[in-house]
């Protein structure tokens, strides 16, 4: 009658995992189990997706050849099979980067400035710009020259300074990812939704794979690409990255925390008395009050804009000015739950623009 073989687990006889991601998992010699596929030959099987806590593994496809027989009567269906298996990132460095980056931000109130890095990281992204990593998005170019130096960077080099000795610690977690788990992580901390985040993103390395100026938000006029109102260029910038109208204005709804200074960015006062005794440097203009907690309060202090110490852009007013904007902007004045969830979509979604993943991307 027809050979119904029998399952024989596999053993694991080798394992790399010192920094390392890559697994080799070799089976003993055994009948063919049932769980293979259906073999393409006489002398190749397809073996199914391990899971390994933690992460997603990709599987190589290998070749079983037949075990050799010392006489007529062995069994010509033995075989031996080899499996390889890569993670797309290490998840216990990824792990401890995050830790790191909790502590970094607790400890030196850094919640608004890395924030902005993750924004401007990813926010390069054009849908219409080709192949990676031509077409920007997170990618860690911001790092480089000349992308650091773009005006609309000014400041940003202090945030790339401030996680520099995580990476360093870290060697395995790409800048692409620290950059975007760092502004992830302070949104967090802050009393902010909890964002899926996902890593295994590729870096680039080259400085011309660097974004070129202009890609970014401008607070006001004039607007480079010769927008005529604020919620045109929001449109303009924000529609390049393949984001719409509740996207743009629930990722407006970060400027609850934060200052602007008129050395950076050329708006908001030198100081107030929200951000006179900092924490952080002291200085700048905030746009709430709380300026380090994450919340609604930007949507109500924009809608009546009723305190001279608090900053509102022309792109701030243009949430409430604009006929397509407005409704979500009085959405969130009333309901802050309803403001984290979108906001939560947005923020991850703007996250993983442009990104290459190494393999397939984990979460932690």
């Known amino acids: 009658g027809r050979f119904r073989p029998r399952f024989v687990p596999p053993r694991i006889c080798s394992a790399v995992n010192s920094g390392s991601t890559v697994w080799i998992i070799k089976s003993s010699t055994v009948q063919p189990a049932w769980f293979l596929h259906r073999p393409q030959s006489r002398n190749t099987y397809s073996l199914p997706r391990p899971r390994i806590e933690g992460t997603t593994m990709q599987l190589s496809q290998t070749r079983c050849k037949p075990a050799r027989c ?42 608004p400035i890395v924030i902005r890095l993750g924004f401007h990281d990813s926010g390069t992204y054009n849908k219409d710009g080709g192949s990676w990593p031509k077409a920007g998005g997170a990618t860690g170019s911001i790092r480089l020259k000349p992308e650091i130096g773009h005006g609309s960077n000014r400041g940003l080099e202090a945030a790339i300074v401030l996680v520099e000795a995580i990476k360093e610690a870290h060697p395995d977690v790409s800048y692409a990812d620290l950059y975007q788990m760092a502004s992830a992580v302070a949104v967090e901390v802050a009393g902010g939704p909890k964002l899926s985040m996902r890593y295994g993103r590729r870096d680039v390395n080259d400085p011309e794979d660097c974004s070129r100026e202009g890609y970014l938000p401008t607070a006001g006029q004039p607007f480079p690409e ?64 709380d300026w380090l907690t994450f919340n609604n309060a930007y949507f109500k202090e924009v809608a009546v804009q009723d305190d001279d110490d608090l900053l509102v852009l022309p792109t701030d007013a243009a949430v409430f000015e604009d006929a397509g904007f407005r409704p979500f902007a009085e959405k969130y004045v009333a309901d802050e739950a309803a403001f984290f969830a979108d906001y939560a979509e947005a923020h991850v979604k703007l996250s993983e623009l442009g990104a290459e993943w190494d393999g397939e991307p984990v979460s932690i």
């Open 70 to 111: 010392a006489s007529r009567r062995a069994d010509p269906l033995r075989r031996t099979r080899t499996m390889v298996v890569r993670a797309a990132a290490n998840v216990e460095q990824l792990r401890s980067a995050k830790v790191a980056l909790e502590t970094l931000i607790k400890s030196s109130s850094c919640h």
């Open 226 to 289: 010769g927008s005529s109102s604020a919620a045109q260029h929001l449109r303009y910038i924000f529609g390049r990255m393949g984001l719409n109208d509740q996207e743009i204005v629930a990722l407006s709804g970060a400027h609850t925390m934060g200052r602007a200074r008129p050395d950076r960015s050329g708006w908001g006062k030198e100081s107030t008395k929200y951000t006179k005794d900092g924490p952080g440097n002291p200085g700048g203009q905030s746009w709430t009050a």
